[in-house]
């Protein structure tokens, strides 16, 4: 780790995080902090993108546990066979889910086009 540089509010704000969503993940084993004498957290400036790795795991859709079983493989960039196969499952998963967003986001935009279409048809017939 590298040298404790930020405290926990400040760990919190960059990460866009709340401070409890930050021991939380020291309770998971997700993140470590070193201590001061006076027992106050301290981070070292690789803790920001390990907060931004997590909150992006928990946003695809991964569980805690899920999350905490594949951290190690992130970090050292090494699975087990096991392991490897959870990280695809769980890749085919979020590439079901791009799938269904990016279908609803079509839908949405027909429903944008169509009312433009019309208002549109509307004002020209209104004003000939």
Do not use: F, K
Request: with cysteine.
């Amino acid at each position: 780790m590298e040298h404790p540089v930020m405290r926990i509010g400040e760990l919190a704000r960059r990460g866009g995080v709340s401070v409890r969503a930050l021991r939380y993940y020291e309770e998971q084993g997700l993140l470590t902090a070193q201590r001061s004498p006076a027992g106050q957290r301290y981070y070292a400036e690789d803790a920001v993108d390990r907060v931004r790795l997590i909150q992006l795991l928990y946003g695809a859709g991964l569980n805690s546990r899920t999350v905490s079983d594949i951290m190690p493989c992130m970090d050292s960039g090494m699975a087990s066979t096991d392991m490897l196969e959870l990280l695809a499952a769980e890749r085919d998963r979020i590439d079901e889910r791009l799938r269904e967003l990016a279908e609803t986001r079509d839908r949405l935009t027909t429903v944008i086009e169509l009312s433009h279409a019309t208002r549109l048809a509307r004002t020209a017939h209104a004003g000939g």
